[in-house]
């Protein structure tokens, strides 16, 4: 958090201090309890309004939802709070008004590590990985929640991105960037989670690499697991999905399903360019 | 310090000197430089997890170190007033267990009292350096409240290992090699400790969640790790460290509230120089620091006079510095280091 509530003064004498590697997020407490909320979709964040901290709102009654078996997403300008959305969803920031439902039940006062046992994984934008620990290691920890043997889960995904188990022993933070995003996608399928929640996958990768990460992703999808993406690269995200957003400014300014705006005029002037 | 009694034959080319120079360097230099940095690396590991883990240098732990020592000391005199005695090893070894789970249960309350306030906060970092001082002057004050400000043996086991005499008679030399008991101990649980750790972080479920927190935060949580149990584990470890290491070096030297807070200074200086949140830097750093200090602290002139031609014999007692000093040794590797290699001997991973 840039500044927050003690500002910075000392902060960067590392001799005694450690700022690297700090949460940001100001999570909901441990301690909130679930409850029935029947219908609707798999997963929705509904009218979710809120901010970091004791800052202003980013959120404006904004929604998001993802269905079963579908591809959702999330597009918009930066700084519309499509990060945020998805934070928000996951229980990294407190919202003041509105709603996070799963699969029938209201989770919004759950805590995210309790959200991670109910089946929700998320790759968030950046510091996505463990770079001081191995490959391995990174997956093992994606399995913390779990009891039972994951063995077959670290195959299943060491199938899924092959240069992986070639890496497995190397550090994280000395791959490259597309590995990196292999990884941080790798560990967040450890948990076998029952949506997955993707922050710009393709962020500061190369083209040829972005493509790939596409294909698996759509691979990852055609398995039945709904996954719920924000995307930079407007176009190429709204002919995978079923289901898109358009965000400005924290409120929901376009939905509909991909197909429909790709095709719709005003979406395509302000942000697909023209 | 008496020269080395010698016969009046001529010298120099005698292989004994040799060998006595060896035994009086390692009597009065190395096991005693081994047993010191053995203490120094497990306070500097205690050091190294709040830093690496909790992200903050954590000044109140000289003192939990002193207060870990007090619970030990108590319940020692308990069980010795009970007759219970482990000898020939100190009873102070069977009370351990208790002082690390007194220390835990301190610790672990002052956290949620005070630290667990802050972290909510999301404070940075050296806030919590800053309330950390506060603990340590609370804790200070109640060591000295509960068990006074004066010094306190408590070593009741079998005093030598091998006497400087046995020493002498054994093998004939000049010089004697004293081995004390709490010193063969100190390096042997410090060996244990460290080994234990070591698994305990790379190996563990547990230990690599703490890792995992200590690389990354919010990545840790999307994980579904609960930042509080890594919290509590860290500080219950760090107890155990710091109880250990007290209750070592006041069993090796004496227990007094001063001196603990007094070691703040090499233990910090240990941690830094093999470069913070680095476990195997801190190990590094206690022998680099304890070797340093008492090799400067040490008359040479014994060691010189064996191994130098007569002519060359020196007359002062070859001490680089007096041993009033021996903390201005820390300060100036601590100052070396951090304008030379600020990240550290090992670099610390995480600094």
Same mark, same amino acid.
């Given at each position: 958090m840039s500044g927050g509530d003690y500002g910075d003064r000392g902060n960067r004498d590392l001799s005694i201090a450690k700022p690297g590697g700090m949460g940001e997020a100001r999570p909901v407490r441990e301690g909130g309890h679930e409850h029935a909320a029947p219908g609707g979709p798999f997963l929705i964040g509904e009218a979710m309004t809120g901010g970091y901290g004791r800052g202003a709102d980013i959120l404006h009654s904004c929604t998001i939802a993802v269905e079963r078996g579908e591809i959702a997403v999330i597009v918009g300008p930066n700084g519309a709070g499509k990060s945020t959305a998805m934070k928000a969803v996951f229980g990294m920031l407190n919202l003041r008004e509105g709603s996070v439902r799963l699969d029938g039940e209201d989770i919004t006062e759950l805590s995210p590590q309790a959200r991670v046992r109910k089946g929700m994984g998320f790759v968030p934008q950046t510091h996505n990985i463990f770079t001081s620990m191995t490959v391995e290691e990174n997956l093992e920890m994606g399995a913390f929640i779990r009891d039972d043997d994951f063995r077959g889960t670290m195959a299943q995904v060491y199938d899924l991105f092959p240069i992986l188990k070639e890496k497995?022993?190397?550090?994280?933070?000395?791959?490259?960037g597309g590995q990196r995003q292999q990884v941080a996608v790798g560990r967040a399928l450890m948990t076998q989670p029952k949506v997955l929640m993707l922050d710009e996958p393709t962020a500061g990768v190369s083209p040829i690499v972005m493509d790939e990460l596409f294909d698996r992703i759509i691979e990852v999808a055609r398995t039945g697991l709904p996954v719920l993406m924000v995307e930079q690269n407007a176009r190429q995200a709204l002919e995978i999905a079923d289901k898109a957003y358009v965000l400005v400014q924290g409120r929901n300014a376009h939905t509909g399903t991909g197909k429909e705006l790709l095709a719709d005029d005003e979406v395509r002037r302000s942000f697909l360019g023209g | 310090m008496r020269p080395a009694a010698r016969s009046g034959t001529e010298r120099g080319a005698d292989p004994m000197d040799a060998l006595n120079a060896l035994v009086a360097l390692a009597n009065f230099v190395l096991i005693p430089a081994m047993a010191y940095g053995s203490q120094l690396a497990l306070g500097a590991l205690g050091v190294t997890l709040i830093y690496g &883990?909790? +992200?903050? !240098?954590? @000044?109140a732990h000289g003192d939990t170190m002193a207060i870990g020592t007090m619970i030990t000391i108590l319940v020692t005199w308990g069980l010795q007033a009970l007759g219970v005695s482990l000898s020939p090893l100190p009873t102070a070894l069977l009370a351990i267990p208790f002082g690390i789970a007194g220390t835990a249960l301190l610790v672990l309350g002052t956290d949620r009292l005070i630290y667990r306030f802050y972290r909510e906060q999301k404070a940075k970092p050296v806030i919590l350096v800053i309330v950390s001082m506060g603990v340590m002057f609370i804790y200070n004050g109640l060591t000295r409240f509960v068990i006074g400000p004066n010094d306190q043996d408590f070593d009741d086991g079998t +005093?030598?290992? &091998? !006497?400087a005499r046995d020493f002498k008679a054994m093998t004939g030399l000049d010089e004697g090699l004293a081995l004390k008991s709490t010193q063969a101990i100190t390096v042997v649980t410090a060996v244990i400790v460290v080994a234990l750790l070591f698994w305990f972080l790379n190996r563990t479920r547990t230990g690599k969640s703490m890792r995992a927190y200590s690389d990354n935060e919010d990545l840790a949580l999307l994980s579904g790790i609960n930042p509080e149990r890594v919290v509590t584990v860290t500080w219950i470890i760090v107890s155990a460290l710091a109880v250990v290491a007290g209750t070592l070096y006041g069993l090796d030297k004496s227990f007094k509230p001063f001196t603990y807070f007094q070691l703040l200074l090499p233990i910090f200086a240990s941690a830094i120089v093999g470069g913070l949140g680095s476990p195997l830097g801190a190990i590094a750093g206690g022998f680099i620091i304890a070797f340093s200090e008492v090799g400067i602290t040490y008359a040479w002139k014994k060691v010189a006079t064996y191994l130098l031609p007569e002519a060359l014999e020196? !007359?002062?007692?070859?001490?680089?510095? !007096? /041993?009033?000093?021996? @903390?201005a040794v820390s300060f100036v590797i601590l100052i070396i280091v951090l304008l030379? +290699?600020? /990240?550290g001997l090992f670099k610390g991973k995480s600094v």
């Open positions: 497995r022993r190397q550090a994280a933070g000395e791959l490259s | &883990i909790l +992200r903050f !240098s954590n @000044f +005093r030598f290992l &091998i !006497s020196p !007359s002062g007692l070859v001490q680089l510095m !007096s /041993t009033d000093y021996k @903390f030379f +290699r600020p /990240t």
